[in-house]
């Protein structure tokens, strides 16, 4: 039996993983663009999403910023209940949202479908804080090269 793929636009797709997520589903999307990278690359990999009773700094989430709109980022910071996400292939931009506003946090990432990485591991959020916490032009050059080479 031939598989097929159905490709819906993210406002559609996301609506409706949003909703699975509320129903305390775990829900597997693939991903897209380059603002994870290196910790998710886009078209490769794919991540797993639960909703948690709560959101730290360095979780990834899947948030809705505006009705349809959606990014898979890294939560920078809290402040009571607003956050400021910033993706780790991005330099400079971030967004700001509330906890309202998280559909769901990743708990795994899923390397080219096959090899899962649990995102909720000490040593994953080891690498994430010492990523996260590297200075501007360390990731800027690191970014650069890794786009480059494309080496994860």
Same mark, same amino acid.
């Given at each position: 039996?031939?598989?097929?793929?159905?490709?819906?636009?993210?406002?559609?797709?996301?609506?409706?993983?949003?909703?699975?997520?509320?129903?305390?589903?775990?829900?597997?999307?693939?991903?897209?663009?380059?603002?994870?990278?290196?910790?998710?690359?886009?078209?490769?990999?794919?991540?797993?999403?639960?909703?948690?009773?709560?959101?730290?700094?360095?979780?990834?989430? &899947?948030?809705? &910023?505006?009705?349809?709109?959606?990014?898979?980022?890294?939560?920078?910071?809290?402040?009571g209940e607003r956050l400021r996400l910033k993706g780790d292939g991005n330099l400079d931009a971030t967004e700001l949202?509330?906890?309202?506003?998280?559909?769901?946090?990743?708990?795994?990432?899923?390397?080219?479908?096959e090899k899962r990485i649990d995102c909720t591991t000490p040593c994953f959020k080891r690498r994430s804080r010492i990523?996260?916490?590297?200075?501007?032009?360390?990731?800027?050059?690191?970014?650069?090269?890794?786009?480059?080479?494309?080496?994860?």
């Amino acid at each position: 039996m031939k598989t097929s793929k159905v490709v819906l636009p993210n406002a559609v797709m996301l609506g409706e993983v949003s909703r699975f997520l509320g129903e305390g589903k775990s829900v597997i999307i693939a991903t897209k663009g380059s603002s994870m990278s290196p910790f998710i690359r886009g078209e490769r990999d794919s991540v797993e999403l639960l909703k948690m009773p709560d959101v730290a700094v360095g979780d990834i989430v &899947l948030c809705q &910023l505006t009705p349809g709109h959606y990014v898979l980022h890294r939560v920078n910071a809290i402040a009571g209940e607003r956050l400021r996400l910033k993706g780790d292939g991005n330099l400079d931009a971030t967004e700001l949202c509330t906890k309202a506003d998280v559909c769901g946090t990743v708990t795994a990432i899923l390397r080219k479908g096959e090899k899962r990485i649990d995102c909720t591991t000490p040593c994953f959020k080891r690498r994430s804080r010492i990523w996260v916490g590297a200075p501007r032009i360390i990731r800027r050059y690191a970014l650069g090269i890794y786009r480059r080479i494309k080496i994860l």
